[in-house]
């Protein structure tokens, strides 16, 4: 990246060219101080006259290893232990090559052989001097850098405990001490390992344990602790919160594991706790060969590419290097919010955006004609409870047609795999929705006997920050001074990461033979009203003082807790930890056809009561009101 900032003077004035210089003097004056060392500072007229001849290859092999280990590629601003390494290599190559020299040099060339004190003084005194030298203008920039940064004025800044002394900390401590207009001042570090008591790192000492906040954030007039753990569980946040509320004091968090990248930490981006954080487990480890080997180099389509899960899995998509992705979303929106994001990332990447509706036969099939994926992640969906217990008709021609439709045509151009995106709705289903994404779970599987594509489908329960979903809404009510409303006491569900759900899906595509529903290992389900009261708490607010919580009622079509498999499913774990296999029930393919025939029927008239009953009909086990 070419830098257009204004340089400091001794920027400007410490180019290439003179670092060279200044290098020259350094040798020069640690090859003449070594000789003062060597004689006492009282050299004769003969070792003087040596010394001048020995002086220049001297000079000349010194600089050449430091060419040879590359010196002079470094940035001198970011110079530090990294770069340490080839000083040294430098310096001991020097050091072999003059004590070789002398050891063989004949005895008519005596005048070029350098005593070997001289040699090692020399050494340490030349190389420790030119590396100084980087070091210096170092410290010099940052120096600068701070004065420019807090406009030369003095400002207050916030005293902060950081918690957490491990890789993420430090590298924290290390931005913080060097920003200058990040306004705080780091007083300590708090960490529960008992060797890491008393220790000084990045200039900050380890002052106690998290049972000490509540004395240090009184001694110290703490104004609010950062979490520095790149991979605090929610456990670990959960305990440090408790703790941190029992003083007060405000508590702030540093990007998660997936941003900590490369070595830094962006101070900018030291943020107030969420709920996602309380809500989060362990950072997915996935089978990347597999998965690289399951989209690299292919053709894959991406349909509902705008939404929540659709637009997370053309992230991860891109990231393996598809020859080409294709993102289907109706939304024109949306698919160019998408499209303009992955364009910028993914420069090179052979991106195209279609607007398209799954259920148009005649769109799909000319883009399938067009372009022939070879793998299609099917996440384009209604997928709003309610929302579809008012429009039925509407979740048969997306869930329902969309599905067959899309993973019809796949089949037809020889497709190597097609990804269905379903839900835990779909388990006893007893809403439109969960019984659409029922019937679009059985298409998949008839599609599968039928066609070589390998058809699976993916099950999980609700990603947290989705759009629609109960924590943005949460957040809306919350900053509109409440009061939040929650349908029942009782209420649980399943939550998981966006990241973390498309991450499984894609690897569950990768695992998939055919004809398998992929179950994912959602964790422990979660209390929506204790869900409620944190996020009330976490936002600095108490519950029941200064937001209420008032249940609405369950709403229409809505279970007080999912399941994530029907009782009849068979299911079985697989490799992956947090990937679970079922096989879904045995259904023919005329069978499935016939009602999706007449489910499009009746959706397409407009008639739904006869979807319902067409539900009830063809799915036994689902439950839907009237």
């Known amino acids: 990246m070419i830098e257009t900032d204004q340089k400091p003077f001794w920027g400007r004035l410490l180019g290439r060219k003179v670092q060279f210089g200044l290098d020259l003097s350094m040798f020069v004056a640690a090859f003449v101080l070594a000789y003062m060392l060597r004689f006492e500072f009282a050299p004769s007229s003969e070792q003087w006259q040596a010394a001048l001849i020995q002086l220049p290859y001297v000079i000349l092999l010194q600089f050449v290893t430091l060419f040879v280990f590359g010196a002079y590629s470094f940035v001198w601003r970011y110079i530090g232990l990294a770069e340490l390494g080839a000083f040294l290599k430098a310096a001991g190559l020097s050091f072999l090559v003059l004590v070789l020299i002398r050891l063989t040099m004949p005895g008519f060339l005596q005048f070029l052989r350098v005593p070997l004190s001289i040699i090692l003084l020399d050494t340490m005194l030349a190389f420790g001097g030119v590396l100084s030298l980087r070091v210096l203008r170092r410290v ?18 916030k005293p902060v405990l950081l918690i957490g002394a491990g890789q993420a900390g430090v590298l924290a401590a290390k931005e913080i001490v060097g920003r200058g207009e990040a306004g705080l001042d780091v007083k300590g570090f708090v960490d529960d390992d008992p060797e890491k008591q008393g220790a000084v790192i990045q200039g900050v000492k380890v002052l106690g344990r998290s049972p000490d906040i509540p004395r240090l954030v009184s001694q110290l007039e703490i104004d609010h602790v950062i979490i520095t753990m790149a991979t605090a569980t929610r456990q670990d946040i959960k305990r440090i919160l408790d703790v941190c509320d029992s003083v007060p004091v405000k508590v702030r968090i540093i990007p998660g594991y997936f941003e900590v990248l490369g070595g830094q930490v962006a101070i900018s981006r030291i943020r107030d706790v969420e709920i996602e954080d309380l809500l989060g ?19 894959v389509m991406v349909t509902g590419a705008g939404g929540s899960i659709g637009s997370e899995l053309a992230r991860q998509v891109a990231l393996l290097a598809p020859a080409r992705l294709l993102l289907v979303e109706r939304a024109e929106f949306v698919l160019f919010d998408i499209h303009r994001e992955l364009a910028g990332k993914h420069p090179a990447l052979d991106l195209l955006p279609l607007v398209a509706d ?27 409870v309610p929302m579809m217990e008012w429009n039925p008709c509407e979740a048969v021609k997306n869930n329902v047609l969309g599905t067959e439709v899309t993973g019809r045509l796949a089949g037809e151009h020889g497709a190597d795999a097609f990804v269905f995106i379903s839900t835990d709705k779909a388990v006893k289903p007893t809403s439109v929705m969960g019984a659409s994404k029922r019937m679009a779970e059985l298409v998949v599987q008839a599609l599968d006997k039928k066609y070589e594509t390998r058809y699976v489908a993916v099950r999980f329960g609700n990603v947290l920050g989705s759009t ?68 009330i708490t976490l936002s600095g607010l108490k519950v029941g003082e200064d937001i209420e919580i008032v249940f609405t009622g369950v709403r229409p079509g809505e279970k007080m807790a999912e399941q994530l498999m029907n009782s009849d499913e068979a299911v079985g774990a697989t490799r992956h930890p947090k990937i679970l296999i079922g096989t879904m029930n045995h259904v023919t393919l005329e069978k499935v056809s016939e009602g999706v025939e007449e489910l499009t029927r009746a959706a397409r008239a407009g008639e739904t009561q006869k979807v319902r009953s067409a539900f009830a009909k063809w799915i036994p086990e689902a439950r839907l009101g009237k």
Do not use: C, N
């Open 358 to 384: 799954v259920g148009d036969e005649g769109r799909m099939r000319a883009i399938f004609e067009a372009y022939r994926p070879a793998v299609v992640v099917h996440a384009a969906a209604h997928k709003h």
């Open 468 to 535: 629609g979903s109960v924590i943005p809404i949460f957040r809306s009510q919350i900053a509109k001074g409440g009061p939040v409303t929650v349908t029942h006491p009782d209420m649980v569900r399943y939550f998981m990461t966006i990241p973390e759900a498309s991450q499984l899906v894609l690897q569950a595509g990768a695992m998939g033979r055919g004809g398998e529903i992929f179950v994912l290992d959602m964790g422990a389900p979660v209390k929506i009203v204790d869900l409620a009261e944190q996020m």
């Open 140 to 157: 010099l920039y940052e120096h600068y850098e701070k004065q420019q940064k807090r406009g030369g004025e003095p400002r207050e800044r």
């Open 281 to 299: 487990r362990e950072p997915v480890s996935l089978e990347e060969t597999e998965v690289r080997e399951f989209l690299s180099g292919k053709t």
